[in-house]
């Protein structure tokens, strides 16, 4: 298990390749890779600034990576979050997981994400030509995490 | 008591601080944000009852009804927005 946050960009590449590197249980990797967008509620974004709480975010990450451990067989995850000003087109967030099936990366690297969206204390600020702004939590984001809750 | 309590994101640029020690008298998380909200202005609309905003006690986000322990770290913020 791999958890940073860190303010440089981060290679997916390399990343996966170092997951499965002198080991030959993996079946599956499912990665997501999370971009700065250009536009967001109908304005340009010409930056954001990605703030963050910094102890709890780690902890919120392992919990979550706990939890996903608990509901699938998992052999490895990797989770890199990245803070501090990015441009429209950088890599944000990195989620890799490695099982013995494909069902099983897929699934949990959608959960992590999912939770992650909801859960890990961190903020995105804005740069538009209307000057800069906080974003919003989305209620679309609360419904995805609420599909994992089970009875 | 005593409290560390943090401030993030827009709330802290609205409030105006990172970070504080508060002294508690009271039992619960919602009992220090009645604190909070008693200091009027920005304190007042920001944590008003309706407004969404999260507590965490220790690093782990809580209900409003969690007894908060003596020196606890205590951080108030608006919901995530990260990924």
């Known amino acids: ?151 | 008591m005593k409290l560390r309590v943090l401030y993030f994101a827009r709330l802290r640029e609205r409030f105006g601080v990172a970070e504080e020690t508060l002294d508690f008298a009271g039992v619960t998380a919602a009992d220090l944000i009645s604190q909070l909200q008693a200091r009027g202005s920005v304190w007042a609309e920001e944590l008003a009852a309706g407004r969404a905003f999260r507590v965490a006690v220790n690093q782990d986000i809580v209900a409003l009804d969690m007894a908060l322990p003596d020196q606890a770290e205590v951080a108030i913020f608006p919901p995530v927005t990260g990924g």
């Open chain 1, 1 to 151: 298990m791999k958890i940073l946050v860190q303010s440089g960009v981060f290679d997916l590449g390399a990343e996966v390749a170092a997951m499965s590197q002198g080991r030959t249980d993996i079946g599956a990797i499912a990665s997501f890779v999370g971009l700065a967008r250009d536009m967001n509620e109908g304005s340009g974004v010409q930056a954001m600034t990605l703030e963050h709480y910094p102890g709890m975010t780690e902890k919120a990450l392992a919990t979550l990576i706990e939890e996903a451990n608990a509901r699938w067989t998992l052999l490895d995850v990797t989770v890199i979050h990245r803070i501090g000003r990015l441009l429209p087109g950088d890599p944000i967030v990195l989620v890799a997981v490695a099982s013995q099936h494909r069902g099983e990366a897929f699934a949990a690297c959608e959960f992590i994400m999912d939770y992650l969206k909801t859960r890990a204390p961190f903020w995105k600020k804005e740069e538009t030509p209307e000057g800069e702004r906080w974003v919003e939590a989305r209620a679309s984001d609360d419904a995805a995490a609420a599909r994992w809750i089970e009875p």
